[in-house]
Nanobody, 114 residues
Framework: VQLQASGGGLVQAGGSLRLSCAAS????????MGWYRQAPGKQRELVAS???????NYADSVKGRFTISRDNRKNTVYLQMNSLKPEDTAVYYC?????????WGQGTQVTVSS
């Protein structure tokens, strides 16, 4: 199973970005897909996750600003990020849990300038 993330970049505070992550390989069903981030000197943290049934979970710091969605037919998860803040700057990693095994994408850099 491979996860390919895209959509990171540099944006000014208050701007928006949309991340995408497509899973490929021998996949029967993906239980949970999500996004994590890791800022320099900090631990990796959950940003948002979504189950195959559509249940969403968000970190408190992004509630109301970020929206996670997924296309089960395409095995793709999206993260719409609005009202970005400098503290959102990090490497964002997509994650997929398949039959209890966690898979990770390569990470995409998001930089928010003040």
């Amino acid at each position: 199973v491979q996860l390919q993330a895209s959509g990171g970049g540099l944006v000014q505070a208050g701007g928006s970005l949309r991340l995408s992550c497509a899973a490929s390989g021998s996949i029967f069903s993906i239980n949970v897909m999500g996004w994590y981030r890791q800022a320099p000197g900090k631990q990796r943290e959950l940003v948002a996750s979504i189950t195959s049934g559509g249940q969403r979970n968000y970190a408190d710091s992004v509630k109301g600003r970020f929206t996670i969605s997924r296309d089960n037919r395409k095995n793709t998860v999206y993260l719409q990020m609005n009202s970005l803040k400098p503290e959102d700057t990090a490497v964002y990693y997509c994650n997929a849990v398949i039959v209890g095994i966690a898979y990770w994408g390569q990470g995409t850099q998001v930089t928010v300038s003040s």
